[in-house]
């Protein structure tokens, strides 16, 4: 029972920066951990980044490794997405998702993992 929203997408030019927000409904915000998942048209929604509970583990695609930090503030219940050097292919609908599960560790990377997911906000690079 939580509801994230997603915000800060828009239009950049490739070599550009966007910061994504998402922010999170209900008090155990803590419990979850969170994650980043974009997609394209015509493509499956892939993983783009995750981070554990306390925020002390992060996992990246090799496509936006170097490029995003993902990060989260359990105060304030909110997950961000910094993405620098953006590129074309970056765009696509990008996606909040929230996972309580016990398997996270193992299957992060995996849309099926995760019990909540924000409405989307779309990125556009254009080149």
């Known amino acids: 029972q939580v509801q994230l929203v997603e915000s800060g997408g828009g239009l950049v030019q490739a070599g550009g920066s966007l910061r994504l927000s998402c922010a999170a409904s209900?008090?155990?915000?803590?419990?979850?951990?969170m994650a980043w998942f974009r997609q394209a048209p015509g493509k499956e929604r892939e993983f783009v980044a995750a981070?554990?509970?306390?925020?002390?583990?992060?996992y990246y695609a090799d496509s936006v490794k170097g490029r995003f930090t993902i990060s989260r503030d359990n105060a304030k219940n909110t997950v961000a997405l910094q993405m620098n050097s953006l590129k074309p292919e970056d765009t696509a609908v990008y996606y909040c998702?929230?996972?309580?599960?016990?398997?996270?560790?193992?299957?992060?990377?995996?849309?099926?993992?995760?019990?909540?997911w924000g409405q989307g906000t779309q990125v556009t690079v254009s080149s």
């Open positions: 998702a929230a996972d309580a599960g016990i398997l996270w560790s193992r299957t992060y990377y995996r849309p099926s993992e995760y019990e909540y």
């Open positions: 209900g008090r155990t915000f803590s419990s979850y951990a």
């Open positions: 981070i554990g509970r306390s925020g002390g583990t992060t």
